[in-house]
């Protein structure tokens, strides 16, 4: 998985998830339209995250991810 190549990299690194399918289980299935029109909002709504998270990454990381081999185990 990505977090894996992101850890041995030493990058930070997020995975944002977007549901367009809530019908698992329900009485009525949802239609491909449905997911679509989701699938759409998911969109706007991670390009406003993004534009909100951006400039809140630091110019300089206080993070250990920079350091993640020092301390690998092989």
Sequence with gaps: PECVL????E???????????YDVWAEK?????EIVE?????VENFRRLIMEAI??????????CGEALKEALI
């Design 38 to 42: 989701t699938m759409h909002r998911n």
């Design 55 to 64: 400039p809140e990454i630091p110019r300089e990381r206080t993070c250990k």
């Design 11 to 21: 990058i930070c690194y997020v995975s944002v998830a977007m549901v367009t399918d």
């Design 6 to 9: 992101a850890r041995e990299a």
């Design 29 to 33: 299935p949802v239609s491909t339209q």
